[in-house]
């Protein structure tokens, strides 16, 4: 008899594993809020080593809010990558327990239909972490003059970034599950290639949070095309890596 | 045997062109007007950068050739590309540190060459302890992936100029505006450089072969014992 799997198609293979993965995570909410509290953590932390007190008094109100969009938009995307590192350490255990992934391989599933879920749930997760984050920058930054219009812009650019560190992320968790002392290899393997995605993120959104118009269009540009990328590659590579 | 011949060999050129590069370097090539005696530095700087980028790509190659043939020995000649090749990337780093130094008063700036080839140097460093942390047909297959992963970074160093321009940094060039003397130092430099790295990687993966092979002995032993016992 053929395996239920097999029968179901490339995109019905890959909506049950972004079900199985979100209702897994679902059910172990708790971790879940831990990487959201450590993010919010790390935005505190950032904001009380070189928050909005250490602008200087002197300057006028757009110098100042120029100065702030800075600051917001280096500590969102810092808190952003340290929370990730947590978020898809787990993720990446999940699957690993018990040989989760061999028996998904047996069962048919193709290499790419793992490959995206894997991408698409971790977007959610991270998506989910950053609606938490955004407002605490805000707030603690006091980025108070962003326009609901510039919230959206934010929202944007948010997505793409949290697009390309989802691509990396999803075979870098795969690749360190098998080592040891996975905790910190996941950080130390994840953040430099994640780097050049981070740098230009944090570029456009200072000018998000400063409300301007984007003045750099080669980091915009980068922030699509990184994902893009590593996506292909990423493609491209992952079968190998669920041989072993 | 004909491999330690080989090595012998390579030994030999790569010592010769050592002493040839370094005479032109620090004997016949002349002092340079405004950086002085700190000029010599780029010599080193040029050669090191150039094997850096044959090892990065020798590395993500043999990673590709693994991945199709599944052959050991390209994975060990992949890990020990990149092992030399790291060694080189900080070469390249401190000598750049040492030439900011001197020529802008800063042993650091945070221009688009410089960033990204310390995030190039972070990545082999990941790359590296991945190697170490892992064993087996594990070690071998991740490792391939992420050669070849990280080999992205690689021409986003090379470009970087050109992206996003620097006032530091001349963009990367193949026609050099120099001195002859400085010229055929710069050659030799980067030839001595290359005859280095390949020695040191073929002597590196024959120690990763012989290391794998160890292991294997040692695993067949204790699966020995544990059948007697």
Known sequence: MEPQAMRAGRSGQFTRLVAKDLSLQWRNREALYVVGLFSLLVVLVFAFAYGPEFVPPGLGRAARHGELAKLGAAIFWSALAFGAVIALHRSGEADREFGAMGAIRLAGVSPTAIYFSRIVSIFIILTAIEAALLPAVIVFLQVESMTAMDVARMAGVAALGTCGVSTIGAFVSTMTASARGKESLLSVVLLPLVVPLLIA????????FASRPISDWRWFSLLVAYPMLTAGVGLALFDSLLEE | ????????????????????????????????????????????????????????????????????RRNPRADAIAGASASVGW???????????????????????????????????????????????????????????????????????????RIWGSVLHPATKTKWNLDNRMYYGMLLGTL??????????????????AEQEVDALRQEQMFGEDAEG
Do not use: C
């Open chain 2, 87 to 161: 060694v080189y990337a900080a070469i390249v780093l401190l000598t750049g540190m040492l030439w900011a130094r001197s020529a802008w008063n800063t042993w650091w700036n945070w221009e688009p060459r410089l960033t990204s080839m310390l995030v190039l140097w972070l990545m082999y460093a990941g790359y590296l302890l991945f190697r170490s942390t892992t064993r087996g047909d594990a070690r071998r297959t991740y490792s391939s992936v992420f050669g070849i992963v990280a080999f992205v970074m690689v021409p986003i160093v090379y470009y970087s100029i």
């Open chain 2, 192 to 209: 001595a450089m290359s005859a280095a790295y390949v020695l040191l990687t073929r002597l590196r993966a024959d120690v990763d072969i």
């Open chain 2, 1 to 68: 045997m004909v491999r330690s011949r080989i090595n012998g060999v390579l030994g030999l050129v790569t010592a010769l062109l050592v002493m040839v590069g370094a005479t032109f370097v620090f004997v016949v090539a002349p002092i340079e007007v405004e950086m002085r005696e700190i000029q010599k530095v780029f010599y080193f700087h040029v050669g090191a950068a150039w094997s850096m980028f044959v090892a990065f790509t020798v590395t993500a190659a043999y990673g590709i050739v693994y991945l199709i």
């Open chain 1, 201 to 208: 993120a944090t570029k456009v959104s200072v000018d998000v």
